[in-house]
């Protein structure tokens, strides 16, 4: 066994950075990437076969102004067929994303026959509709499996694209998942709810405050995606991190993160020639990647698109993890997604940038130029903040996960508790228009918001919070709660209800200033009075990381749901759920198949943790003691056959026989009581038990297991340790 681990070493040795295939023109040189950015995706714009007409009516439909009729379908199912065939495809998929959090497809060939002459065909319907089987998708028990069919729907909005392999190349049909009755199966749906309700009440909002040419506006969103990366050899000797994602065990380096000199650190050949390979993957399919860079943590990188309406962006981020997961593989590396692979080194998070914008090119969170500008901006920020302060266990419910619970709260990640970081200069305009109706600059001097310099202030003050789970950061909110592997649809839509909630209430609040004489100024300051007024103790400008902020949130009254049982049972709560359904986001039905799936995974992923940790205890860990217990007690036995002194061998052996007899009684407790939760129906009642007695047992488990592993000599030890992991590349 130990060899194993040694081989893996050596492997890992002689590994080089991979040269890939970078695009070139027809004499060999290297393309810009402007010249193939985007080569893998359909664009309407360019097609021959479809007439002007056409394409303006695609536009519209792009656009919510209506919806697609069969003829229209049948043109651009020629249109697409072209295209895919020449680019090489062969086949088509309708491609979505079930409530597993990651996504599916089912591929057919576009080959047909016409007559007994094999042509290439896809048909109008094909295009717009599948039907695969439901049955397999988690559902959380809003069907019965004898009405298992589900439909997918083409999503005009989010660009089909091209997939390539090794062998062949399938177009891609990005589609929403519904159940026979029109349920939402997945994540996009809601989103695509949210996104048209955003539409209405920020078009609303708009021209009641005089932006009257706005004809639509968008949630904007850019997903920073953190992830770690491993060498393929160590992966495949822990069963663990292939089980779970996660090192269920493992005894932390000397050195890890203290230092800081990971994060933005030069990256390494291997893994530039990795981020590379990503990149040009990512180009070809129209996703713009922008920034790479080392992470905090020693094996820990993060890459960062730039943002898109948040449907696309979406839809690109799952592309994006699963190019980050295949190219690993090419480069004999495994790209881990989990939010906390590693314990003691820093979690990974996916940050998700968040903004409006409108067809006008406002975006709602910039600050403005002009008194009128800083008013409304001023009045979205105090928006926002009621949203996050009225809804915070909704919220954070959007981000729960068993991966999340080891990230939030940690002492190294956002913590559970929702709170916004403003900044001191915007906290001091909002109090001080609360008290005084006007902003005082720090040196007495009264800041006129009608002259520029809110927005110079800004760049002045460009303060950072890492801590907040939910920050201001210059031109939009950075929601930072968000798991690594997770979904970002689900938090999306969750998200865009709670502010499409109160928006609501903002433009009744504008209506009536303005119905009862007021300008538009005064209608702006009165929604920033109240909301900000009402919401301000949700505003948190210190270190979320402390425990002070825990014992401070506490006394504010804000909720700390630690972990996923306690985060989801808000579901249950129809008080708390109905922002979701009030605001057609979600229905009553879905709000509990959410419920169900999210209580159904916790369980099945803790479970499967808790039985790869006792299989690793039982015939790895403990091995690896009882022989190297052997190889002392013989040592011993030597040595007193020669009167030299064995107080030193004694000593460790009886530590080790201290330790092993304890991890091997701890891990039979913890399957004992893993047994006897099949004898609990109740599934709240299971996750709640898992949640606070079985995982502070396995914590007991695997600390013992890593105090066996700091006493067995490093040749014996049979699994790949944090060192090997984390730091031979
Ligand atoms: P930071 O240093 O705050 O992380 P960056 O400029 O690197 O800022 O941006 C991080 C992410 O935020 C990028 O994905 C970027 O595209 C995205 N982003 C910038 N502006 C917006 C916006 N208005 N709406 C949504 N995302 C945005
Ligand atoms: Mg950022």
Redesign the pocket.
């Known amino acids: 066994m130990a060899n194993l681990r040694h081989q893996a070493k050596q492997t890992v040795y002689s590994r080089r950075p991979r040269k890939c295939a970078v695009p070139v023109n027809d004499q060999g040189k290297y393309l810009r990437v402007s010249q193939y950015y985007g080569e893998n995706v359909y664009n309407y714009h360019l097609s021959k076969s479809l007439s002007l007409e056409d394409k303006d009516s695609l536009k519209q439909i792009i656009d919510g102004k209506r919806t697609i009729d069969k003829p229209l379908a049948a043109k651009v199912a020629n249109s697409v067929l072209e295209w895919a065939i020449s680019k090489g495809a062969t086949h088509f998929c309708h491609w979505f994303q079930p409530l597993t959090g990651s996504t599916a497809e089912k591929h057919d060939a576009f080959l047909s026959f016409d007559g007994d002459r094999a042509i290439e065909e896809i048909t109008a319907t094909q295009l717009m509709q599948g039907e695969p089987d439901a049955s397999s998708f988690p559902n959380g028990g809003s069907r019965a499996t004898f009405e298992a069919r589900g439909y997918t729907t083409w999503d005009l909005t989010s660009p089909l694209f091209i997939q390539e392999s090794a062998n062949g190349k399938t177009l891609v049909i990005p589609t929403a998942f519904v159940s026979y009755h029109g349920e939402a199966l997945d994540t996009k749906t809601p989103l695509l709810r949210s996104d048209l309700k955003i539409n209405e009440v920020m078009t609303k909002f708009s021209h009641l405050i005089g932006m009257k040419d706005v004809k639509k506006v968008w949630t ?5 995606q953190e992830y770690f990366l491993i060498d393929k050899a160590f992966y495949f000797g822990r069963q663990d991190l292939v089980m779970t994602g996660r090192a269920l065990v493992g005894s932390l380096t000397s050195r890890n993160q203290q230092l800081e000199d990971h994060y933005f650190g030069m990256i390494e050949d291997r893994v530039l020639a990795y981020m590379q390979e990503v990149e040009i993957e990512l180009y070809k399919m129209g996703i713009p990647a ?2 790479r860079h080392n992470e905090v943590a020693p094996g820990q990188f993060e890459m ?4 898109k309406d948040a449907n696309v962006a979406a839809d690109n981020n799952q592309i994006v993890m699963t190019v980050l997961r295949n190219v690993a593989l090419k480069h004999d590396f495994v790209c881990l997604l989990h939010e906390k692979p590693f314990a003691g080194v820093n979690g990974s998070g996916k ?1 998700l ?3 409006m ?1 409108s067809d006008t090119g406002v ?1 709602f ?2 600050p403005g130029h002009n008194p009128h500008e800083n008013y409304r901006f001023l009045a979205v920020v105090a928006t926002v903040v009621e949203a996050v302060y009225r809804h915070a266990d909704i919220i954070r419910m959007g981000i729960a996960s068993h991966g999340n619970d080891h990230r939030l709260g940690a002492n190294e990640a956002p913590p559970s508790i929702m709170s916004v970081f403003l900044g001191t200069t915007l906290t001091k305009i909002f109090e001080s228009m609360v008290t005084a109706g006007k902003y005082e600059h720090e040196a007495r001097k009264t800041l006129d918001l009608g002259a520029r310099q809110l927005a110079d202030i800004f760049k002045d003050n460009t303060d ?1 919070n890492r801590t907040s789970p939910f920050a201001f ?4 909110f ?1 929601f930072r709660a968000c798991g690594s592997s997770a979904s970002i649809g689900y938090p999306l839509s969750v998200l865009n209800a709670c502010i499409i909630d109160v928006f609501t209430e903002t433009n009744v609040l504008i209506e009536d200033s303005i119905k009862a004489g007021k300008t538009v100024d005064e209608a702006l300051i009165a929604v920033v009075m109240k909301w900000y007024g009402n919401a301000q103790r949700v505003v948190f400008n210190g270190d979320g990381y402390s425990q002070d902020w825990v014992k401070e949130a506490e006394k504010r009254g804000l909720g700390n749901l630690r972990t996923t049982p306690e985060a989801i049972a808000v579901l249950k709560d129809e008080k708390k759920t109905s922002v979701l359904k009030r605001t057609g986001v979600f229905t009553d039905s879905e709000i509990s198949t959410r419920h169900n799936v999210m209580l159904e995974r916790y369980i099945k992923c803790r479970q499967i943790e808790l039985k790869t940790l006792a299989g690793m205890v039982n015939k790895q860990i403990v091995p690896a003691a009882v022989e190297y217990k052997g190889i002392l007690a013989d040592t011993v036995k030597k040595q007193k056959d020669a009167g030299v002194d064995s107080s030193l061998e004694l000593e460790l052996l009886k530590d080790l026989a201290a330790l092993s007899k304890s991890v091997y009684d701890q891990t039979l407790s913890m399957n004992a009581a893993l047994d006897e939760l099949h004898h609990k129906h109740d599934e709240e009642t299971i996750a709640k038990k898992i949640a606070m007695e079985l995982m502070p047992q396995s914590v007991k488990v695997a600390d013992l297991c890593n105090q066996i592993e700091e006493i067995v000599p490093d040749e014996n030890w049979p699994l790949p340790k944090f060192y090997d992991m984390l730091f031979i590349r």
């Open positions: 904007t969103c850019g997903a920073e922008k920034t960062a698109p730039i943002f940050h940038n968040w903004s914008s975006n969170l910039e950072r950061t210059g031109n939009k950075e």
